[in-house]
């Protein structure tokens, strides 16, 4: 590729650590060049050299009514002429505030932050300040944002505590970290056994986003509620991905689990920065200025991402909307599984409202570790093909994939029909 977007990207890699400003742009697990975006439209992203795409990545999850919708652009116009930012309290604050708690009944209060990070990281310091205990229980595969205190892989023991996944990440951080087999209730059982009166949270992804999908068992997210209650623990599920995405109550409605805290991002901000934390009264109180544990932020509720947040969720409330986006996810998998068939290619695609995983694997995965047997070389023969023929899936097989409401059964067709050709050339 010697065109515009290979252009881009040598001149940003002179300026730009590997010429992105998050890694997984780069194409580092896959290889090539990555397609510079120029624009997008509903269903559609053209690249700086004009190829047009169907795109199924949806900015990781934010785009829910896809490209460029005209009521969220409408909403964000009119919130940047009456201005960009004051660092004071806005109305339309109180409006995403109150609109949040009602959807979700978890929810007593709620704190607007700029990224799924930050509302990730200030959820734990909050469980922490809040049961005064130190441990954090996480699962392999889950990811909840960058920082220290959650990029932590497993120890050498099942029990030991994590080992820092990232340069940088102090040893005596990771330590605080235990980091557990997603799916597996036996595991969190043993691990409260011998540590529950220390632990002062676990967070989890109630459908595990960043490690492809994978979807949990009902009685792994039961157990984990169950023990926490026991043992005075706060329950956080991370729903920057599965907010609003998975259904109208997100992930806690879909399984009936009610979280102690909820932590929110991506499709809330419909394109802009906007993520939230929220949960039980009594905990929240703990946040400055009303309790002890600090948290702040100068663009936090920022106006002009508010808006846009809010505009994306009152269109999602559309009766019928999250039927129509699972029913359409549902094709996509169905119908790329039966064409995998025919070629006798092992796949395996499941989606779980309008986010899907695709798998080079006869099933879908339940963890981690099955996670890591998907045969990466097919995936990125596929995604390649997939790339070239106009079809712009996640870069990685660990990434799940994105319906959005402006995708029409046409798009899906056309999906289908070059994945067809690709299976049927598999063999070649
Ligand atoms: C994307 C994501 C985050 C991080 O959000 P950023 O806005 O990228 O900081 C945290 N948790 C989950 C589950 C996510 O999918």
């Not at 047009?52 to 900015?59: F, T």
């Not at 036996?186 to 109630?206: D, K, L």
């Not at 802009?272 to 949960?279: C, I, N, Q």
């Amino acid at each position: 590729m010697t065109d515009r977007n290979q252009q881009l990207f040598e001149r940003a890699r002179k300026r730009i650590p590997g010429g992105v400003n998050s890694p997984v742009r780069a194409f580092r697990s896959v290889g090539g060049t990555p397609p510079f975006i120029a624009g997008g439209k509903g269903s559609r992203i053209v690249d700086a050299g004009g190829k047009s795409y169907l795109d199924y990545v949806g900015s990781w999850g934010p785009l829910i009514l896809g490209h460029a919708h005209p009521e969220v652009v409408a909403a964000a116009r009119e919130a940047a002429a009456r201005g960009l930012s004051f660092g004071a309290p806005t109305e339309i604050e109180v409006d995403m505030a109150e609109l949040l708690c009602r959807l979700l009944p978890s929810l007593d209060m709620v704190r607007l932050v700029s990224s799924g990070t930050e509302a990730t990281m200030s959820a734990i310091r909050l469980a922490r300040g809040h049961t005064g205990r130190d441990l954090l229980v996480k699962f392999e595969g889950c990811y909840h944002g960058h920082s220290d205190s959650l990029l932590v892989k497993a120890g050498s023991g099942l029990l030991t505590f994590g080992n820092p996944s990232s340069g940088g990440v102090p040893a005596d951080v990771a330590r605080h970290t235990l980091a557990l087999d997603y799916n597996d209730a036996e595991g969190v059982e043993r691990a409260f056994a011998q540590h529950g009166e220390r632990i002062a949270a676990v967070i989890v992804e109630p459908v595990a986003g960043n490690m492809n999908l994978v979807a949990p068992r009902p009685e792994f997210l039961r157990g984990l509620r169950e023990q926490c209650t026991r043992h005075g623990s706060v329950l956080i599920f991370d729903e920057v991905m599965t907010g609003f995405r998975v259904g109208p109550s997100c992930a806690q409605g879909l399984y009936g689990i009610r979280p102690d805290l909820t932590t929110l991002g991506k499709v809330i901000g419909g394109g802009m920065p906007v993520a939230a934390f929220g949960g039980r009264r009594e905990i929240m109180e703990k946040i400055a200025p009303l309790g002890p544990v600090y948290q702040a932020g100068t663009l936090s509720g920022n106006p002009l991402a508010v808006a846009s947040g809010l505009a994306t969720l009152r269109l999602v409330q559309a009766p019928g909307f999250f039927a129509e986006l699972e029913r359409k996810t549902r094709a996509l998998c169905d119908d790329l599984s039966a064409a995998a068939a025919k070629h006798g290619v092992a796949f395996s695609a499941q989606c779980v409202g309008g986010m899907f995983g695709v798998y080079f694997r006869a099933a879908p995965p339940r963890n981690f570790a099955e996670v890591m047997q998907c045969d990466k070389d097919a995936f990125n023969r596929f995604f390649h093909a997939m790339l070239a023929a106009g079809h712009y899936f996640a870069p990685s097989p660990f990434e799940a994939g994105f319906m959005s409401a402006a995708h029409s059964d046409a798009d899906i067709a056309e999906t289908v029909a070059a994945a067809e050709a690709v299976f049927g050339n598999w063999q070649a």
